[in-house]
């Protein structure tokens, strides 16, 4: 059974703060793909980041970076120096390699605002 | 330019009406999907096809119905068998040998 855990509802911050945004997973699996997607006010969904479960090294693409670690089954996101144009809901997803069909399965979102 | 269209941006009905939202690829994109998004929720599948003429239930598929007839177009219908059909619906594709999926910008439904 695959399981993505966002415990952190709403997050906010002041700009130019940073955040992080937890995700933890839960899969049998041994190959798999994790995302992060973010929904802003618009409601449609935008990619930020695919990552294999065999590739542990962080990423950093701009102010965004995200930290893999399998040890944990954590795929946190972090934000550096927060925009108000940041502010959307953010969700952790998960896909088993071995799923055929490719389904995503979510996490329940974390809601972050930015204060100007 | 490419893209995935969801249309109409709002949908309103009345209890027990059948109702089609659309959405459209050109992105020659092979899979494709359906997803109910309720408040404070993730995202749940309702239906997927990977190539056309066919298509698989997802988690909540009860209530709707989808084809695949041509491979830019995935519709769906929600019946009037579907208990709370109130939700935000969203269309995504993806490549059939790639697991990003691209999200269309929704369809939000309101029955009374």
């Known amino acids: 059974a695959q399981k993505v855990t966002q415990a952190q509802t709403e997050i906010s911050v002041v700009e130019k703060e940073d955040v992080t945004l937890d995700c933890v997973y839960e899969t049998r699996d041994t190959t798999y793909y994790l995302f992060w997607y973010k929904q802003p006010p618009s409601g449609e969904l935008v990619f930020l980041i695919r990552r294999n479960s065999f590739d542990e090294q962080n990423e950093i693409s701009g102010r965004y970076s995200w930290n893999f670690q399998k040890s944990t089954s954590s795929f946190n996101f972090t934000i550096t120096a927060s925009q108000v144009v940041d502010s959307a809901v953010y969700f952790c997803a998960l896909t088993p390699r071995l799923d055929g069909a490719n389904n995503l399965f979510f996490g329940t979102g974390t809601r972050l605002t930015v204060i100007p | 330019d490419g893209g995935i269209t969801q249309s109409p941006k709002y949908l309103f009905r009345k209890e027990g009406q059948n109702v089609t939202l659309s959405c459209e690829q050109n992105l020659n994109h092979d899979a494709m999907y359906w997803y109910r998004q309720d408040p404070g929720q993730g995202l749940r599948l309702i239906y997927y096809?990977?190539?056309?003429?066919?298509?698989q239930k997802g988690d909540i598929a009860e209530g709707y119905s989808v084809s695949r007839e041509k491979k830019e177009s995935f519709p769906l219908t929600v019946t009037s068998a579907q208990k709370n059909p109130t939700a935000f619906y969203l269309c995504?594709?993806?490549?059939?040998?790639?697991?990003?999926?691209?999200f269309g910008p929704g369809t939000r439904l309101t029955v009374t």
């Open positions: 995504a594709t993806a490549l059939g040998n790639s697991y990003e999926q691209y």
């Open positions: 096809s990977q190539i056309v003429n066919d298509f």
